[in-house]
């Protein structure tokens, strides 16, 4: 398949807009995710072509919006975000795990499940 040769055959400019904002990672913020992924499951329920779908899903921007949207939803749900240290720096980052060229930031294990434990957690009042 030829993405570019496909990509030309979708005429919507709203999901062309889409597109090119996931490519370029222009996406503002989580509210944003949110709206293309209704935009984009709605418009692949419309009469297009096979090629075109398969832009999409398996493996195209609907799978790439689906993780991203898992990891939005993991961290709006994890111990950081009660966390007094977690609270004033930049987002999925704390004073115990800052990110820079010793540290990727908060490790995975502690934001992004369910029953994490965090040994540093303060809960802020």
């Known amino acids: 398949m030829n993405v570019t040769e496909v990509k030309k055959k979708i005429k919507d400019k709203r999901i062309q807009e889409?597109?090119?904002k996931i490519d370029h990672n222009q996406?503002?913020?989580?509210?944003e995710w949110i709206q293309f992924s209704k935009e984009l499951n709605a418009y692949v329920k419309t009469d297009i072509p096979e090629d075109v779908k398969r832009l999409f899903y398996p493996l195209g921007?609907?799978?790439t919006i689906t993780i991203i949207l898992?990891?939005?939803h993991?961290?709006?749900n994890s111990i950081c975000i009660k966390c007094k240290k977690q609270k004033g720096n930049p987002e999925c980052h704390c004073k115990i795990?800052?990110?820079n060229e010793k540290h990727t930031g908060i490790p995975n294990e502690i934001w992004a499940r369910e029953d994490a434990q965090c040994p540093y957690f303060e809960e802020e009042s």
């Open 61 to 63: 921007y609907l799978e």
């Open 74 to 76: 993991r961290w709006k």
């Open 27 to 31: 996406v503002r913020d989580d509210d």
């Open 97 to 99: 795990y800052p990110e």
């Open 70 to 72: 898992d990891g939005i």
């Open 18 to 20: 889409i597109m090119w």
